[in-house]
């Protein structure tokens, strides 16, 4: 939808897997490190949160797709208006394909973490969800005014760097800079789809940017560095807290969980396997 | 040629490897695991498959030179027509070229598996085959209708995707999730050609779409993505069938085949050696 | 700042770096292969110059921020000119920005080498502070003369140059290649500056060159080859120099330090972990 | 030197070392496949053959300089005309230019095989060769006709082609599979440069091709890919007939060698130390 709300519906989505893997990651890192803390419930519990993570994925993209189909002016399912002659609403029809990979990432998460697919599958249709999101973006605002033309590219940096950490992963499984790497991309994905919102459509009804001014571009540009240096920043806190949490709760915990500690040896080593 | 056919056919080649290819690595996969099952069949006959897979390669693209070359008004393998001086049929020496490069790599894959050439050179044969592809398509188009030039650029996605999968494989052979992703994109560019025929020589004989129409691309890059998911359903669903058709079978053969085990586990090694 | 200074600043900031590194790694590289001497000083001391590093670089970026901001007609970190209606000296801001994430990744050194972060994430945040400092550039240049463009289009070659060295460095840590290979782009980079300056404000106050002139830009070009086959023969010089003193202490302190020999070498494991 | 000896040199060049890899590198893997063959002479032989090899480029490259600087209406060193308040013969810098990177990358062969350096950096050194010839070619043809400048872009995906594989080859040294796809594009490139000279510079004085001419272009891109099946079809017969003539001389070999097996297997392990 070319509003405010359409753009701050997948922004939320972002921020909210950004800031989510923001946590995941650095405790999943910390409770390698020190195996014993935390051991009964991780191994089962990231395994359950994963196939969690892949449903709230596949239920967000149903709801985009049915917002973007059912809205008063939208498409309503019907592809091709034949009074006009014309296709109907394809943008809505752009961002549904766009929710509906994301969608088919969710099915791949949930499939490869409850049943014996192979894993790193979930990994190449998030890359592939996000390419295909760029792809789309890429010839979605061809011939518009020039802000709006900038803006999007801009976007377009941190969907094709997310699919190609996300492609990485798949031969990189577990590697934590890469984790966070496409962690601190998510959430700039996502504030800046707010940032849009913001530019295109000022909610609050002030008087609209000029399109065709260059040093509106040129500010722009820096804002997304800021936006991204904002995503850094709030991972390094998030990594701070979640690392001091865990090695609070190790010492308490040491004592009474020595027994666990040699089979749990054992057992990370098949967390690797592809 | 530049008619229905002449995209049909190479469609129907791509989609031919690329459905057997969704049949057979998730088998191989399968066979892996279960080392017992279809243990007598396995090695030797993936072998043979692929030197028949080279073979009907080769053949296939025999039959696509012969077919640029001799239909009616083709060149008849006469390379400059001296009478009206200028290059003769240039078109079709372009489809015959690209046709070469998969013939040679049909023959590299026979030479790779029946003699002891390493068997890297196939993949790495294959790559060239698709970025020699992409190369004479991206040079193809240019200075024709927009619809034309855009619904071949897409195409450019898809080959060069699969060139990019194929060198990759070199270094990481065996590996399901890149086999299963270029599958895919195989699969696309099947039935990508299949699509071009449909939009740019109607065989209905119906209304020619508007060529210049920027909806007309739209959609074009969204009914792209579209075949993709297709393709990724139909690959879903064949992986979902031959690995449950491969359980099936193993717990039958359980009982009669333990004896083969031990050998078998052996050879498996010296299968990934490039 | 877009005068001399401006230039002459971050390219001395960059010649210092890759000057250090140009002894530093080869330095590192001898006292791998023989571990014998220097053993002392060797772990402690490299980790103590890295923390030293990451110092005086957030240093030299909080320099550069403060001259952008405080120099007599820079913004004064006022971003908006509500007076007259646009960006408060948006160049300033950029460069501040580029200097920001410099000292990030400055602070980024500091803690990975003094806590236990993982290592890795000092190659990353460099690489991404060259990747944003290039960004910026890209888009820095746009709408001005064919000279100007060109000389900062040329940067952009050793800025992401460096920015895919550190990125694969995080996977392949301490492969010597790849640090001299940065290095050398470093110094590029750190020379190129000061010929901007010196092309763009001629500080002897001579001609200003013909900012249109194509045999301009073909020279330009030219000279860039010429500064990094100059950063290449400086690399080779260092490297032998500090090869030759460290075998020529070898040959000195064999006998006294025989009896380090064995600990050394199973700390030397721990090194690579990331 | 724009002129017909001035493309045919640097062919020659190309071809010369192409042809000799195209022996050198299925030797070396037929050697280290049958380990007692040709014992007393590989290690040694292939050790001195680099050194020749870095030498002959050294020697081609200054060759090369001397021609470009020294030819009668050539620079003869002098980079600025004062009179004319112009560059001088900026063309022949740029080519001296290339052919001084070809010159460090032959020194650095020498130095890395004769002294202790690394290895990798005679691959690193070749790719940046290489890199800097398609850069400064990349930027040469700016302006000129649509068939000079299609015939040199085609050069240049030869070109960077050629400093992937040698970059890659920094990180997979000895991968039989890189070394002989570089071999090929170094044959492609030496083959491409006589074709230039053919075509822009007709020896025989026939009639110059028309370099506006759609149909030239398409025929042009069609060429090089048969150049390259050319060069593939090369390096095929060459590979057969060095397997072929080892397994000859192994099986003449075989008897008074079996005591040499043993020791021979230790030293190869050396090889692929960086």
Redesign the interface.
């Known amino acids: 939808m070319a509003d405010f709300i359409g753009h701050a519906f997948p922004g939320s989505f972002f921020l909210l897997f950004g800031l989510w893997w923001s946590v995941k990651f650095p405790l999943k890192?910390a409770c390698r490190k020190n195996k014993k803390v935390f051991y009964l419930g991780s191994k089962a519990g990231f395994q359950r949160a994963e196939i969690i993570e892949g449903i709230v994925k596949a239920v967000c993209a149903l709801i985009g797709i049915l917002g973007e189909q059912f809205i008063p002016n939208g498409p309503h399912l019907k592809l091709y208006n034949y009074k006009a002659q014309?296709?109907n609403h394809?943008k809505n029809?752009?961002h549904s394909?766009m929710y509906?990979?994301y969608g088919?990432s969710g099915v791949v998460d949930i499939l490869t973490h409850a049943t014996n697919?192979?894993v790193?599958?979930d990994r190449?249709m998030m890359s592939?969800a996000e390419f295909?999101e760029g792809?789309?973006f890429y010839?979605?605002v061809?011939?518009r005014a020039m802000l709006v033309v900038h803006i999007h590219i801009l976007l377009l940096?941190a969907i094709f760097g997310t699919a190609l950490c996300f492609f990485l992963e798949?031969?990189?499984r577990g590697?934590?800079?890469l984790e966070?790497?496409r962690t601190s991309l998510f959430i700039l994905q996502g504030s800046w789809f707010w940032q849009i919102g913001f530019v295109l459509f000022p909610p609050s009804g002030g008087p609209e940017w000029d399109q065709n001014d260059?040093?509106?571009?040129?500010?722009i540009?820096?804002c997304y560095?800021?936006h991204?240096?904002f995503a850094?920043l709030l991972l390094a806190v998030n990594?701070t807290v979640v690392t001091w949490v865990v090695r609070i709760k190790m010492k308490g915990a040491k004592p009474m969980e020595m027994e666990l500690l040699k089979t749990s040896g054992q057992e990370q080593e098949s967390e690797d396997e592809?």
């Open positions: 890192h014309e296709w394809l029809w752009q394909t509906l990979f088919l697919v192979p790193a599958f190449l592939l295909v792809y789309l010839f979605h061809h011939g940096t798949v031969f990189c590697n934590i800079v966070l790497l260059h040093n509106n571009m040129m500010f540009t820096m560095c800021w991204y240096a850094l990594y592809i």
